[in-house]
């Protein structure tokens, strides 16, 4: 059973930049799709972006061009930079893997989730 575990998220003034973190224990993640999440107050969750196993990325449209996933197997780490931040990227992040190994936008291909790391931009 794979947990996963949010880290970097905060305080930030538009045009800034955050790198979250997202840790994996319980298993390797080195075959696993990997991707992020976000939700908002009183929206439904939205897929960010997605690395497949052999690293091919996806991005959500609102976020292209501003973001970028990665992922450092042999750290069993994913990250997501998320620069020139606006105040509607202000959400609760997700980190969510899927077995398949698959780049999905889709939430109910992904297995795992973590709680979360609150991310607020500021105008």
């Known amino acids: 059973q794979v947990q996963l575990v949010e880290s970097g998220g905060g305080l930030v003034q538009a045009g800034g930049s955050l790198r979250l973190s997202c840790g994996a224990s319980g298993g390797t993640i080195r075959n696993y799709g990997m991707g992020w999440f976000r939700q908002a107050p009183g929206k439904e969750r939205e897929f960010v972006a997605a690395?497949?196993?052999?690293?091919?990325?996806y991005y959500g449209d609102s976020v292209k061009g501003r973001f970028t996933i990665s992922r450092d197997s042999a750290k069993n780490m994913v990250y997501l930079q998320m620069n020139s931040l606006k105040p509607e990227d202000t959400a609760v992040y997700y980190c969510?893997?899927?077995?398949?190994?698959?780049?999905?936008?889709?939430?109910?291909?992904?297995?795992?989730w973590g709680q979360g790391t609150q991310v607020t931009v500021s105008s």
């Open positions: 690395v497949n196993q052999i690293g091919s990325t």
């Open positions: 969510a893997a899927n077995g398949g190994g698959w780049a999905t936008v889709h939430a109910t291909n992904y297995a795992y």
